[in-house]
């Protein structure tokens, strides 16, 4: 696992919430604290589409997601805290081995931001090579997008 704090708070909160730097991961879950407390679960319900406008994968989108959690906090008053577990589309987690989902998560609480990476395996395995790929992509991935990182020692 990788743990790493954001230093540039409020650059990163605008590429998150307004940029498409996230537009390309799903949304897991995210529960966003202001005046009330809300839980937004990203599971696509499939009642909800036709079969032929269905999109494609078992998650929505950030970029689906995004313009409502930024109606959530937009506003003269910071949230009280944020959290959001992206996870890499199963598309891309596929060029993984042994990976069933790769997890980002963001914690927004006190004024600042901390990520965190997880990994769920598809079988038991000792071996940490996934881990290694995974935090190897996200330590890439915030770097190619101009995001300083501290991580963890």
């Given at each position: 696992?990788?743990?790493?704090?954001?230093?540039?708070?409020?650059?990163?909160?605008?590429?998150?919430?307004?940029?498409?730097?996230?537009?390309?991961?799903?949304?897991h879950t995210a529960q966003i604290v202001t005046y009330a407390s809300f839980l937004i679960e990203g599971n696509r319900v499939?009642?909800?589409?036709?079969?032929?406008?269905?999109?494609?994968?078992?998650?929505?989108?950030?970029?689906?997601?995004?313009?409502?959690?930024?109606?959530?906090?937009?506003?003269?008053?910071?949230?009280?805290?944020?959290?959001?577990?992206?996870?890499?589309?199963?598309?891309?987690?596929?060029?993984?081995?042994?990976?069933?989902?790769?997890?980002?998560?963001?914690?927004?609480?006190?004024?600042?931001?901390?990520?965190?990476?997880?990994?769920?395996?598809?079988?038991?395995?000792?071996?940490?090579?996934?881990?290694?790929?995974?935090?190897?992509?996200?330590?890439?991935?915030?770097?190619?997008?101009?995001?300083?990182?501290?991580?963890?020692?």
């Amino acid at each position: 696992m990788l743990s790493f704090d954001i230093p540039e708070v409020k650059p990163f909160m605008a590429q998150l919430l307004k940029g498409e730097t996230f537009d390309g991961f799903c949304l897991h879950t995210a529960q966003i604290v202001t005046y009330a407390s809300f839980l937004i679960e990203g599971n696509r319900v499939e009642k909800y589409y036709s079969p032929e406008e269905m999109p494609e994968g078992k998650y929505c989108t950030w970029k689906e997601i995004k313009p409502l959690v930024f109606q959530l906090v937009r506003g003269n008053k910071l949230p009280v805290s944020m959290k959001f577990v992206f996870a890499l589309p199963e598309t891309q987690t596929a060029a993984f081995p042994n990976a069933s989902a790769l997890f980002l998560n963001l914690v927004f609480s006190n004024g600042k931001v901390r990520g965190t990476t997880a990994v769920a395996q598809t079988s038991f395995s000792l071996q940490k090579d996934t881990d290694i790929a995974w935090e190897a992509w996200i330590k890439d991935f915030f770097q190619r997008e101009n995001i300083p990182i501290l991580l963890d020692v």
